[in-house]
Nanobody, 130 residues
Framework: QVQLVESGGGVVQAGGSLTLSCTSS????????MGWFRQSPGKEREFVAA????????YYTDSVKGRFTISRDNAKNTMYLQMNSLKPEDTAVYYCTADVNYNDYISSAVSGDYSRINNWGKGTLVTVSS
């Protein structure tokens, strides 16, 4: 399993920005597509954004399009989620994930069946105050 560690969570006012990071010690980091999920209190875990192995392709859930940007630096084994124009409904624990197959990963994200995604971080809490 790939070890993933998230950081960058915190408390921010509505309209503010925050950048999350996900680092891995995996030597073959660039062979994994990466993504973010989140879970708000009392709600199901939901997909947020995904990124291909090279970083050239991205996919976002509708609610964050135009506000969030996913990126990666394979030289640093790190993935990022730049979050702008944050809303109280963005409050959640954000989880970093990794998968070896981008198409299967997106299929899982779209279907809501995350059972085949095996690599998860422990999460970082983002709280957006109104």
């Amino acid at each position: 399993q790939v070890q993933l560690v998230e950081s960058g969570g915190g408390v921010v006012q509505a309209g503010g920005s925050l950048t999350l990071s996900c680092t891995s010690s995996e030597r073959t980091f660039s062979r994994y597509c990466m993504g973010w999920f989140r879970q708000s209190p009392g709600k199901e875990r939901e997909f947020v954004a995904a990124l291909t192995m090279s970083g050239g392709g991205t996919y976002y859930t509708d609610s964050v399009k135009g506000r969030f940007t996913i990126s990666r630096d394979n030289a640093k084994n790190t993935m990022y989620l730049q979050m702008n124009s944050l809303k109280p409904e963005d409050t959640a624990v954000y989880y970093c994930t990794a998968d070896v197959n981008y198409n299967d990963y997106i299929s899982s994200a779209v279907s809501g069946d995350y059972s085949r995604i095996n690599n998860w971080g422990k999460g970082t809490l983002v709280t957006v105050s109104s």
